[in-house]
């Protein structure tokens, strides 16, 4: 069963041709890797404590800490229905360690395919976030409950032309949207107006 999308690209999970029953898939190998072997490595570990953020195996009894060479790693299977990912990639995404090497070894190898929307969008609510709010209100939606506060914020790391643009292309219509410049009221050269023609 296919559930394409045919809408505007540069819009969150909303490229041409976005498959949700295709994607979904690669999503749940991306947190299975996570769950199952991202969590226990030395690396993960390290870049969680920086950035202050429990890993699963840390949040539940379930999870008994051990260390990445400890075969009990794979002696407790873990559930992945209580775990999302999101929350990892804000944390990401906010310190600056949303890296390549950082979101392959949280996620790995097909971690672009998995998890690259919403790394990609969460980068854009982070501009977001940056353009609409003071530092302190922008930090404090990204605290997390349990003592895990954000240490630190970083401006986007390796922002790009394009990236940008599409930026300031949503946030153009967000502002729109606050003003109900919506469908019949939409620009006339607007992306809602020439969605509607097609």
């Known amino acids: 069963m296919a559930f394409h999308h045919l809408i505007i690209p540069g819009q969150p999970f909303q490229e041409a041709q976005f498959d949700l029953f295709d994607w979904y898939p690669k999503y749940q190998s991306c947190l299975s890797f996570f769950l199952e072997r991202g969590q226990h490595t030395n690396a993960v570990q390290a870049v ?88 302190l209100r922008v930090k404090a939606s990204y605290d997390l409950e349990g003592g895990q506060t954000v240490p630190f914020l970083r401006p986007l790391q390796g922002v790009t032309e394009k990236e940008i643009q599409a930026a300031e292309a949503n946030w153009s219509e967000w502002l729109a949207m606050q003003d109900w410049m919506l469908g019949p009221r939409a620009p006339p050269d607007g992306p809602s107006q020439m969605h509607q023609s097609n």
């Open 48 to 135: 969680a404590a920086i950035v202050n953020i429990r890993l699963p195996f840390q949040q539940s009894p379930a999870f008994p800490r051990h260390s990445p060479n400890s075969s009990s790693a794979s002696s407790h299977p873990s559930t992945n229905s209580d775990v999302s990912l999101v929350p990892y990639v804000r944390r990401l995404v906010a310190t600056g360690f949303d890296t390549v090497a950082i979101l392959h070894g949280f996620f790995g190898d097909g971690w672009d395919v998995g998890i690259g929307l919403i790394h990609e969008n969460e980068r854009r609510n982070y501009l977001f976030a940056a353009k609409s709010e003071t530092w």
